[in-house]
T-cell receptor, first 111, second 118 residues
Framework: QQPVQSPQAVILREGEDAVINCSSSKALYSVHWYRQKHGEAPVFLMI?????EQKGHEKISASFNEKKQQSSLYLTASQLSYSGTYFCGTESGSGTYKYIFGTGTRLKVLA | GAVVSQHPSWVICKSGTSVKIECRSL??????MFWYRQFPKQSLMLMATSNEGSKATYEQGVEKDKFLINHASLTLSTLTVTSAHPEDSSFYIC??????????????FGEGSRLTVL
C-alpha cells in the first residue's frame, strides 16, 4: 500500500523551513527519503529504521515515529538547490526487498 | 557511492516494436534489482522485482508477457517492452539495493530511460 505524503506541493522563499510528512496505514519496516530533480533519477537522502529515530543530514533531517507509521522530513533554511520532488519510500518487511514509494511532494524554493 | 548505470537514456520507437533497457550495477553485486515506471508529475510505481537467476516478481496489474525482465548476472538486469504502444511511453527507472559493505540497505538508482512510442 502506497504511503501518503503531505503536502502535495509547497513553495518557499530561500531561508524558510518546510516539513514533509509521510504516513502509512500500517507499521513500516523502514523509511527512506529521496529527492528527485526534473528528468533525473531520485537521489538518496537518508534511511530510518527504528521507531523514535531522528537523523540529520546537513540542514535536512528526518524523524520516524514510535509506531513506525509516520515519518517527517525537515528542511531548514532552505536553499534553491532544495527544489525538487521529495519521495518517502519503504520496504514492506524485513528481507522482502520490495520498495514502494510515497505519493510525492513537490517543493519549489524561490530566491 | 555505488553506481548504477542505465541505458539507453532515451529512446523513440514505432508502435509495435520492442525496446530493451539495460540496468547495470557497476561496482557492486546486486542479487535484486527493481524496475519502476514514472508518469509525468507522478510517483515511482514499482513494476517488478528482478531476481538474479530466477523469475521476476511482478506487481499486480503489470503484464509479465509485455514487460520481460531478465536478470542473467549479478550486475545486469534488462527490461524489454514488447510490442510497445503509445500508452507505454514513460520514464523507466531501475534500482539496485546494496546488501553488503557500506551503505547497506540504500537503494541506488539508474539515470532513467525515457521511452516515447510513436
Amino acid at each position: 500500500q502506497q504511503p501518503v505524503q503531505s503536502p502535495q506541493a509547497v513553495i518557499l522563499r530561500e531561508g524558510e523551513d518546510a516539513v514533509i510528512n509521510c504516513s502509512s496505514s500500517k507499521a513500516l519496516y523502514s523509511v527512506h527519503w529521496y529527492r528527485q530533480k526534473h528528468g533525473e533519477a531520485p537521489v538518496f537522502l537518508m534511511i530510518l529504521l527504528k521507531g523514535g529515530e531522528q537523523k540529520g543530514h546537513e540542514k535536512i533531517s528526518a524523524s520516524f515515529n514510535e509506531k513506525k507509521q509516520q515519518s517527517s522530513l525537515y528542511l531548514t533554511a532552505s536553499q534553491l538547490s532544495y527544489s525538487g520532488t521529495y519521495f518517502c519510500g519503504t520496504e514492506s518487511g524485513s528481507g522482502t526487498y520490495k520498495y514502494i514509494f510515497g505519493t510525492g511532494t513537490r517543493l519549489k524554493v524561490l530566491a | 557511492g555505488a553506481v548504477v548505470s542505465q541505458h539507453p537514456s532515451w529512446v523513440i520507437c514505432k508502435s509495435g516494436t520492442s525496446v530493451k533497457i539495460e540496468c547495470r550495477s557497476l561496482d557492486f553485486q546486486a542479487t535484486t534489482m527493481f524496475w519502476y515506471r514514472q508518469f509525468p508529475k507522478q510517483s515511482l510505481m514499482l513494476m517488478a522485482t528482478s531476481n538474479e537467476g530466477s523469475k521476476a516478481t511482478y506487481e499486480q496489474g503489470v503484464e509479465k508477457d509485455k514487460f520481460l525482465i531478465n536478470h542473467a548476472s549479478l550486475t545486469l538486469s534488462t527490461l524489454t517492452v514488447t510490442s510497445a504502444h503509445p500508452e507505454d511511453s514513460s520514464f523507466y527507472i531501475c534500482s539496485a539495493r546494496k546488501t553488503s559493505g557500506s551503505n547497506t540497505g540504500e537503494l541506488f538508482f539508474g539515470e532513467g530511460s525515457r521511452l516515447t512510442v510513436l
